[in-house]
C-alpha cells in the first residue's frame, strides 16, 4: 500500500470516520466557539462529498445518502475519541 488514504478509503466508514477524528482534533482549537458535533459533521460531510466527486458517484441516490452517511461518520467519529481519552484517563 504506498498510500494513507485514498479517495476510495474516505468513501468508506472506517477511512471517513479516521479522517474526520483527525481533522476535528486538529481544527478545533481555532474553532473553540463552534460545537465540536458541529465541527466534526461539517467536516464528515465535506470528506464523504469529496470522497463521493472524486470516485465518480453515477446517480443522484449517492448524492442524497451523504448528510446521512456524514452524521453517522461524525457520531462515530466523536464516540471514538471520547473512548480514546477515557481509555488514557485510566476510566
Do not use: C
Amino acid at each position: 500500500m504506498d498510500h494513507f488514504f485514498t479517495w476510495a478509503t474516505l468513501g468508506t466508514f472506517a477511512g471517513a470516520s479516521a479522517a474526520t477524528t483527525l481533522i476535528t482534533q486538529i481544527i478545533k482549537r481555532p474553532l473553540a466557539r463552534i460545537p465540536t458535533q458541529f465541527v466534526s459533521y461539517a467536516v464528515a460531510l465535506a470528506i464523504l462529498l469529496l470522497a463521493t466527486a472524486a470516485t465518480g458517484a453515477a446517480g443522484w441516490t449517492e448524492w442524497v445518502l451523504v448528510p446521512l452517511n456524514a452524521l453517522i461518520v461524525s457520531m462515530a467519529a466523536n464516540g471514538a475519541f471520547t473512548a480514546i481519552v477515557r481509555t488514557k484517563n485510566g476510566k
